[in-house]
């Protein structure tokens, strides 16, 4: 049987970029995110999410795909 790819899957690098992030400042997203209760999802839409969810179109949150939580 054939693994469904999800078309709307970013990498956690990706999208941190995306939400203007880069790695000299993934410590201060952490903390913003974990604060804030909310974190990009690693998702082509943009979608935001709470730091241990998923998006609708079922990409996990960054915090999840970085292993933070």
């Given at each position: 049987m054939?693994t469904?790819?999800n078309?709307?899957?970013?990498t956690?690098?990706?999208?941190l970029?995306?939400?203007g992030?880069?790695?000299a400042?993934?410590?201060?997203?952490i903390r913003?995110?974990?604060?804030e209760?909310?974190?990009?999802?690693?998702c082509l839409?943009?979608?935001?999410?709470e730091p241990?969810?998923?998006?609708?179109h079922?990409?996990?949150?960054?915090?999840?795909?970085?292993?933070v939580?």
């Amino acid at each position: 049987m054939k693994t469904k790819v999800n078309p709307y899957l970013i990498t956690a690098a990706e999208a941190l970029k995306f939400a203007g992030f880069t790695p000299a400042n993934l410590e201060q997203f952490i903390r913003d995110s974990l604060w804030e209760g909310t974190s990009p999802a690693c998702c082509l839409e943009g979608c935001i999410v709470e730091p241990d969810g998923s998006c609708p179109h079922g990409c996990p949150s960054i915090l999840i795909a970085l292993e933070v939580i």
